[in-house]
C-alpha cells in the first residue's frame, strides 16, 4: 500500500472575515464542482508547514498570515492502494485568490453558510459534521 501524505488549510480572510472555499476543476474528476480548501500533497524533502505555504501560494496566489495551527488530521483508505494522511491547518490570509487550474471558482463564506455548504469535498464536510470546524479555533 503506499502512503501519501497532505496538508490542506482552511483560511479566514482578516479583511472580511469569511473563509475561502474553492471549486475543484476537471482537473479532478470524480469531484469536479466539489467546494474544498486549499491544500494539496506534500513534496517529500519538504517541511509540512513549507508545503502548506506553497500550495496555498500555487493555487490562490495568496499567503498565509502567521502560523497556522493544526485542526485534525485524517486516515484516508483508498482502494486498498493508497493510504492518504491528510493534516488539515487553520490559519488567516488577505486579499483575494487568483486560482490556478486546480479550481474553477472561489468563494469567501460565513461561517453560518460554511456549515451548511452543500457539495463539499467529503473529508472537509467529515470534520465539518463531527464539529472539529469551530469559529473559536481562529481566536488567538
Excluded: C
Excluded at 63 to 79: C, F, N, S, W, Y
Excluded at 105 to 119: I, S
Amino acid at each position: 500500500m503506499e502512503l501519501q501524505v497532505g496538508v490542506k488549510i482552511l483560511l479566514k480572510n482578516i479583511e472580511n472575515d469569511r473563509f475561502l472555499l474553492l471549486q475543484r476543476s476537471s482537473k479532478y474528476p470524480g469531484i469536479e464542482g466539489a467546494w474544498d480548501i486549499v491544500g494539496g500533497r506534500i513534496v517529500s524533502g519538504e517541511t509540512l508547514l513549507a508545503n502548506l505555504r506553497r500550495e496555498v501560494n500555487e493555487e490562490t496566489g495568496l499567503t498565509i498570515i502567521g502560523e497556522p495551527r493544526v485542526m485534525e488530521a485524517q486516515d484516508i483508505l483508498k482502494d486498498g492502494k493508497r493510504h492518504i494522511v491528510r493534516i488539515t491547518y487553520v490559519g488567516f490570509t488577505k486579499g483575494d485568490p487568483v486560482v490556478d487550474d486546480e479550481s474553477m471558482d472561489y468563494r469567501w463564506v460565513t461561517f453560518d453558510e460554511l456549515k451548511n455548504m452543500a457539495n463539499l469535498d467529503e473529508f472537509f464536510q467529515e470534520l465539518v459534521m463531527k464539529g472539529l470546524v469551530r469559529e473559536d479555533l481562529f481566536h488567538e
